[in-house]
């Protein structure tokens, strides 16, 4: 992993090396310290070092030398090294030469070495005693300001280190050389990673996949498709909740807009169809990669370097059309993008919190981790997420499960004798990170009432407060298989629907179907005489007004209707036995017209509705409870 700070520290320090002054007089030192300037600005470190350290040898007060060789060992990471020659050096201060300015100096020098080793409380305490003797015209230069900044931030994070544990994700993963940017399905039971069997450009990546067995283990990864994996590299993917829609990034391809683009595949009947290039509205000319999928694919959001940005590496985003397209992709703008890098979006299981990676807001050392959360439509400004998931080093994503109980993660590792590997890893997220409403998922099929076939519906879940679409899945149409979320939201609806089909409505809170591992949904093909209950329409007690959270259901009858123009039907009002007979007789008449007035306000012609009101004479259920008289008031649809 690099160390953000290598460039700024080494920028800087040059600032206080300009005028040529020296701590000592040796000419021959000098002429050292100056091949080792010469050579540092020619990038050839180690030589440079090799000239400091003469510089030193011959003169072991030279402040100045033990300031650059610690400076250029920061670069090359050798931190203990650097501090044992910044102590050195340090050590030589009360020399009759040393000045304010050499103190400011090692004072600088340290702040950074803390930072890049994680000492922060150091770090925090040593810029703040350099602070004073600093010299006012470095106090503009942008080093300073951003340094300034970043001991702000400390100041209110030491001290507030959480405690995660990490586990390695144990065999048989982690079995090839590199595995990284893992993603899980919203059940936990299926992971998603890149596999790359070395660094050289001969090799290549392919997206693998590894499945939860029964005793809770993980099976051994395979390639997901030879659909999707190719002669070219394939990876940094995204997966929707279900597991039935994926977009990767491909380099290089023969079909690329750019250096790397985005592509997309969809699960048909369980088996993965040919990926497309999600073409020029949302690839570009530049790199486009990282992408992640809203649970439900209805938003996309990706990492681009494209112009149109305010740095280098911004999130970008998409919309999912109602005729299957992607919209022009947009920036999300300059609350989460900044002039420096963001990358590795990962949109939460609830379409409310982005996480996503910066070097650009306020952190620790390189690219930290952030969220921003929804608030009113918006992006609210980042949080982040603090030690020790962030530190001094790169932290380049995250990816939490649905169920907020794990964060997967990958970390660099070095062995002695062996190049960097990629690991997977884990931690329990903390609690204490609000992630919002809990979710939980149902799983399930939709099938043919009639010859028990599967069916490929949609099934879409609405808020019935504001009538928002929360989620958006299809079945299989192999199996009928569906999974679908559900937020502790106070009123929810979910609908299932098929072309040529009654729609099935479900009450989620009153039919209690969240976090039920086998719902059947059976699906009544269109025919005359078939019936069922109108539900998620709403009126006030004694009255036949429609309440606001009525229109998810008026809605879909209405998009019913449109699709089966051959279709009449009658509207029947019910009532609990609650009052005389004749009064609730005509108020379940007049509710029932409700229903047919919103419907030809919209547009249908009113000959196509008939109405009729039954008041309590057919319950479905004995009115012996609270529960059941709100089962009775009801409204059913009638296929005429």
Same mark, same amino acid.
């Given at each position: 992993?690099?160390? +953000? ?16 002054? +020296? ?31 003469? &510089? ?26 650097? $501090? ?18 050499? &103190? ?36 503009? =230069? ?13 100041? !209110? ?51 693998? /996949? ?11 990864? =395979? ?12 990876? !940094? ?11 990767? !990034? ?20 369980? /088996? ?20 992640? #999928?809203? &649970? ?10 494209? %112009? ?28 989460? @993008? ?8 990962? /949109? ?29 439509? $918006? ?10 998931? @962030? ?15 794990? &964060? ?6 070095? *062995? ?20 919002? $409403? ?25 808020? #019935?407060?504001?009538? =928002? !679409? ?13 999974? /679908? ?9 979910? +609908?299932? *629907? ?13 039919? %209690? ?21 109108? *539900? ?26 449109? $699709?089966?123009? @051959? ?9 609990? @036995?609650?009052?005389?007979?004749? +009064?609730?007789?005509?108020l379940s008449l007049q509710r029932a017209q409700s229903v047919k007035n919103y419907l030809v306000e919209k547009g249908l012609h009113p000959a196509r509705i008939m109405v009729e009101g039954k008041g309590d004479i057919e319950p479905m259920v004995p009115n012996t409870s609270l529960e059941n008289q709100a089962l009775n008031r009801r409204i059913t649809i009638k296929v005429l």
């Open positions: 992993m690099r160390l +953000y700070f290598f460039g700024i520290l080494f920028f800087a320090t040059l600032c206080f090396a300009q005028a040529q002054t +020296y701590s000592i007089i040796d000419s021959r030192a000098i002429k050292f310290f100056k091949e080792g300037e010469e050579l540092t600005l020619s990038r050839r470190y180690d030589e440079a070092i090799q000239k400091y350290q003469d &510089a030193i040898e011959r003169e072991g007060s030279f402040l100045e030398a033990y300031l650059k060789q610690a400076q250029l060992l920061i670069t090359q990471g050798k931190l203990e090294e650097a $501090e044992k020659v910044a102590l050195a050096g340090k050590s030589r201060l009360n020399g009759k030469n040393a000045t304010q300015k050499h &103190a400011a100096d090692f004072g600088w020098l340290f702040t950074n070495l803390y930072l890049n080793q994680g000492k922060f409380a150091k770090a925090y305490q040593t810029f703040m005693e350099a602070d004073p003797i600093l010299e006012d015209s470095f106090k503009t =230069s942008m080093y300073y300001v951003e340094m300034k900044a970043k001991m702000e931030f400390l100041q !209110t994070q030491i001290g507030n280190t959480r405690i995660i544990e990490k586990e390695i994700l144990s065999n048989p993963l982690n079995e090839f050389k590199l595995q990284y940017f893992p993603v899980l399905t919203a059940d936990g039971e299926q992971i998603l990673f890149t596999k790359r069997d070395g660094t050289q450009n001969t090799d290549k990546e392919d997206i693998y /996949m590894s499945f939860l067995s029964p005793e809770g283990k993980w099976t051994k990864p =395979s390639s997901i498709s030879q659909t999707i994996n190719s002669i070219y590299n394939e990876g !940094t993917c995204s997966v929707t909740a279900d597991g039935n829609v994926l977009i990767y !990034t491909s380099c290089d391809s023969p079909d690329t807009e750019g250096s790397c683009d985005l592509y997309i595949a969809y699960k048909k009947n369980g /088996m993965w169809q040919s990926p497309k290039n999600m073409g020029k509205k949302v690839n570009s000319r530049s790199w486009d990669s990282q992408p992640s #999928l809203s &649970a439900d694919g209805r938003i996309l959001f990706f990492s681009s370097n494209r %112009k149109g940005g305010f740095g280098g590496n911004d999130i970008w985003y998409s919309i999912l059309q109602n005729d299957g397209s992607w919209a022009e992709a947009k920036n999300l703008g300059n609350v989460v @993008n900044t002039p420096k890098d963001e990358i590795s979006p990962f /949109m939460f299981f609830n379409n409310e919190i982005l996480f996503f990676a910066s070097n650009g807001h306020d952190g620790f050392g390189g690219m930290d981790i952030l969220l921003s959360r929804v608030v009113d439509g $918006e992006f609210a400004r980042p949080e982040n997420l603090g030690l020790p998931i @962030n530190d001094q080093l790169d932290q380049v994503a995250l990816f939490i499960t649905a169920q907020k109980d794990y &964060a997967y993660f990958t970390e660099l590792t070095s *062995e002695e004798g062996d190049n960097d590997r990629s690991l997977l890893y884990r931690f329990k997220f903390p609690k204490e990170i609000y992630l919002g $409403e809990n979710l939980t998922v149902t799983e399930g099929k939709v099938y043919n009432s009639k010859t028990g076939e599967p069916i490929e519906a949609t099934l879409s879940l609405v808020s #019935l407060t504001n009538d =928002s !679409t929360l989620y958006q899945f299809r079945s299989d149409g192999k199996t009928g298989d569906f999974t /679908m979320l559900y937020p502790d939201k106070a009123i929810s609806g979910l +609908y299932v *629907e098929k072309q040529g089909f009654i729609p099935k409505i479900f009450n989620v809170e009153r039919d %209690k179907i969240q976090n039920v591992k086998d719902l059947k949904i059976e699906l009544v093909p269109v025919a005359k005489g078939e019936e069922f209950v109108f *539900e998620n329409v709403f009126f006030e007690f004694d009255k036949y007004d429609l309440k606001n959270e009525s229109i998810s259901s008026l809605k879909r009858l209405l998009k019913f209707l449109t $699709e089966n123009p @051959n279709v009449n039907i009658l509207i029947v009002g019910h009532t609990d @036995n609650i009052g005389r007979q004749a +009064y609730n007789l005509q």
